[in-house]
């Protein structure tokens, strides 16, 4: 497994910083967000360190995340409608440099 000591999401992987785990597979997990901004915030991640989407180079892995953002929303009750967001580079608001999925639910949201 791909991992970067210095990574906080690295460091929940690893059961090494505390989260809440509302997800786990062999290669995906999801967790509540420490600071959300809505009534539903989880982030989805692989376990393996990858430092966003634009070094995700691994098609198996970015069907099962995707694959899992439906499942995890339903999990949270939101799974008839919520937002999924990845923000990629710092210019755009990315602060954690280990890809993830943000789901957001249960408030009216408005675009963009
Ligand atoms: P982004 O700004 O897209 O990189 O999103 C990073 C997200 O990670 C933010 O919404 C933070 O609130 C969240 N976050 C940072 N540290 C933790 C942590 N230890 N546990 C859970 N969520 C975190
Ligand atoms: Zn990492």
């Known amino acids: ?49 990858v430092s966003s989407l634009n070094a995700l180079d691994d098609p198996e892995l970015a069907g099962k995340l995707m694959l899992a953002v439906p499942k995890v929303a339903h999990k949270m009750g939101v799974g008839d409608g919520y937002r999924s967001i990845i923000n990629t580079d710092s210019s755009v608001g990315q602060t954690v440099f280990h890809l993830h999925i943000h789901i957001l639910g249960g408030r009216k949201l408005s675009w963009p």
Do not use: Q, T
């Open 1 to 49: 497994m791909i991992s970067d000591p210095d990574c906080i999401f690295c460091k929940i992987v690893k059961g090494d910083l505390p989260a809440d785990i509302v997800y786990e597979d062999d290669d995906l997990l999801a967790f509540k967000d420490i600071n959300p901004v809505s009534k539903v915030h989880v982030l989805v991640i692989p376990k393996r360190h």
